[in-house]
């Protein structure tokens, strides 16, 4: 039996990350039963003992750890340290703590509520290749990110996130998301080991008194800020008086805010009760703002403003992008949060409420350096953290950079036959719809609810599974390599072929019924807030940030069948008898016009002839034709640059045009016209709504194309027209 106990543990399919339990060196205490002087000798000697060794990263013998962490170096190691603080965001911390202590070595997994980052740093601050996940808000990222500075690590490990906060401004610009659902824990270790590692502008913070004010003259309030370094926003005024108003009711209360959406409807009835009282009407007349040299308080006193924000990163307020899109003004640059500038803005009460429908504020300046004068108590927030500070002078400057762990998209995880290079050309997925509740009842038992769908479709127990089971929604084709985001715009078109079907059309057609069992379809339309469901983990389904969908091959959800839940679906027992269920094929099949119209069609569009290109439209030809080279009726009006006859498809063609690729280079239309430094066509299909982070065969958007082309003004163009579009594709949060 002994050879069996000694058999060494892989560790399992996360053995990268896991701290070996060989690495855990336990350490022996002093024997209680010696004398005084003999415990002081022993202690000691052992002090001596540990200082010698130098692979042993860390005693905590203040503390009581008895072990140490003796790490062996391998490259293809990235051992994990995870921190969880249970309090963030409706306290889900506590089951989040509770599954990573299952699926990693428990002696990585640390709760911040009953001690603090620092230890465990110290602890492992010599194992190689550490990466270290943040479980909770934007302010337990800066509590790690600030001891990392103290205890000058080098070098310093980087730091992903898993949003338990409110706001998680943090995690969705590092493609995380705005908050945790219920992602299965080996998905997201899988996430922090295959991330991108990025780099953050950390800012200081100096707080000095006023010197224009005598002492008899300075208010009440704090002397200084909460945080002397922000990350991703320092603001005053409105925004912070909210802020400050949501902490002190908490603190009091603390049991009446144990849910995210019960803070947000705090935010909002304090923002409102703020809007009557205008406590920050008069915020203009008591600052003194200099960047870089320039004043900007004549023009904050001109606009009257009643927030100023200091923006590291592009996100703020839960989610909003209050810098925007600079589009046509040139003195400023697209926001990044690895550039070495910050962002000021500033915020009159229409300009705020305009942030989440996808407005932007005042931009005032970027620059590397602020001084700031307050002449008056005024309310100000550091990275979410709030006070009423006196009046002061305060100067922004950059500190460093952190490491950060980006989400990225995982080329390498295609479930399909467990091989990453097998990627189909085409695939034929059924689409099944599910209701919330029938979600939360089976989404823990896959293979019931997957029965449920077999036995559903071959109509056995009919009325029962109508209650208890995914509804076919139809079927569409696609690319092997269709990205969720992609996927979306295809299962919309299939919703509205279920409302009104044509038979005339080449891209949509009946299936002929293989039995005389009526097929039951789902005739209610879509919800807006419908999200996919990942069906390929081991244990249970789980919901995908509409956010993150285009960090998801549609073959890392499901091989043969999507699963997506629509939170609004009502059930109905009654049964229809439609024909049969639509078959939407999202990419034409490749191949030559067939019919005469059709190829005069496609050579009009070719030699730039609109006249004879709408003729032709008039006779019945097929804007959905492809020509020899694979390339749709739009790719060829784009790259030659035909201005006129891309409004008319854009007008008069069905919406799956837009985002085509053709099956050769994986090109969209916006990347044919960006290759070709065609701006007016760039600008006609952008506000069109076509995708500006679809990549091609070679990984590379149309922003990447218009720079390859020698074109660094589209290319910023484009780039800065993003932050618009990655609005519309979020489900915003409201935290004002």
Known sequence: MLHHIEEPCSLGAHAAVIVPPTWIIKVKKPQNSLKTSTRRKKRTS???????????VGIQDNKGRPFVIK??????????????????????????????????NPRQVFDLSQEGPRDALELYR??????????????????????????????????????????NDLARTLNWGGGYTDEPVSKILCHVEDGTIVQLDRWNLQVERNPDLPQDELEDGARKLPLNVFNNYFSLGFDAHVTLEFHESREANPEKFNSRFRNKMFYAGAAFTDFLQRSSRDLSKHVKVVCDGTDLTPKIQELKFQCIVFLNIPRYCAGTMPWGNPGDHRDFEPQRHDDGYIEVIGFTMASLAALQVGGHGERLHQCREVTLLTYKSIPMQVDGEPCRLAPS???????????MVQKSKRRTSMPLLNDPHSIPDRLRIRVNRINLQEYEGLHYDKEKLREACKLGEARLGLSLFLILSAIPLGIIVVRGDCDLETCRMYIDRLQEDLQSVTSTTQRVHYQDQESSFPRVLSVQRLSPRWCFLDATSADRFYRIDRSQEHLHFVTEISQDEIFILDPEMVMSQQVGTPPGMPDLVVEQATGSPVSSEDQALLQAVISGDLLKFIECCKKGANLLIQGPDHCSLLHHAAKTGNGEIVKYILEHGPSELLDMTDSETGETALHKAACQRH????????????????????????????QQAGDPDLASYLESRQNYQMVSHEDLETAV
């Open 46 to 56: 052992f002090k001596r003992k540990a200082s010698k060794r130098g692979n042993d």
């Open 71 to 104: 790490p062996i170096s391998s490259p293809l190691m990235k051992p994990l340290l995870v921190f969880v603080n249970p309090k963030s965001g409706g306290n889900q911390g506590t089951k989040v703590l509770q599954m990573f202590m299952w699926y990693l």
């Open 126 to 167: 010599k194992v190689p290749n550490l990466r270290i996940l943040a479980c909770g808000g934007d302010g337990t990222v800066g509590w790690i990110l600030s001891i990392l500075d103290e205890l000058q690590l080098s070098p310093p490990p980087p730091v992903a996130v898993l949003p338990l906060g409110t706001g």
């Open 679 to 706: 701006r007016a066509i760039c600008q006609l299909l952008v506000d069109a709504g076509a995708s500006l982070r679809k990549t091609d065969s070679k990984g590379k958007t149309p922003r990447d194309r218009a």
């Open 393 to 403: 002078l305060i100067r922004i400057s950059l500190r460093n950079q952190a490491n």
